[in-house]
């Protein structure tokens, strides 16, 4: 529980659905890789 508490607290505007870890995790890696790529992917094209 504090764990799910921690994710939520780091990532408050990620919707997490479930307190599964491998989805947690999953959500946490798509919500940072999609952030990184609106941030970066420009200068790399």
């Known amino acids: ?3 799910c508490e921690a994710i939520i607290e780091i990532c408050g505007d ?3 659905g479930s ?3 491998v ?3 999953a959500e946490l890696a ?3 890789r999609g952030t ?3 941030r970066y992917a ?4």
Do not use: A, G, K
Not at 42 to 45: D, G, P, V
């Open 19 to 21: 307190c599964d870890p």
């Open 14 to 16: 990620i919707s997490i």
């Open 1 to 3: 529980e504090s764990f």
């Open 30 to 32: 798509n919500s940072i």
């Open 36 to 38: 990184f790529d609106d």
């Open 42 to 45: 420009h200068n790399w094209s």
């Open 23 to 25: 989805s947690l995790i």
